[in-house]
């Protein structure tokens, strides 16, 4: 049973990462996340995946999707600078 858990799990990660660009510095995609009416506006339904992205603003964001959901919240365009957190000045 630990095996199949295991395999589901790789499964899942590698099927994210597959429609993940690999260049570094790039826009996001975000249409694939679904956005949710909020009071005063919409927000994104992000996905509990964390895999840590340095944004070009360079902030450090959980997810892709909350660097979608800060650029429609704050009306910006961080993009994708590289995965991994941000490098500390």
Do not use: W
Not at 49 to 65: A, M, N, P
Not at 72 to 87: F, Q, T
């Amino acid at each position: 049973m630990k095996t199949v858990g295991v395999f589901v799990v790789l499964s899942l990660a590698l099927s994210f990462l597959s429609g993940v660009d690999s260049d570094s510095g790039s826009e996001v995609n975000c249409e694939r996340y679904l956005r949710v009416p909020r009071a005063g506006g919409v927000t994104l339904a992000c996905p509990s995946i964390f895999l840590q992205i340095c944004g070009t603003d360079g902030r450090t964001y959980t997810s892709e999707c909350k660097i979608c959901q800060h650029n429609l919240e704050a009306d910006d365009n961080v993009g994708r600078m590289h995965y991994g957190p941000c490098k500390r000045k």
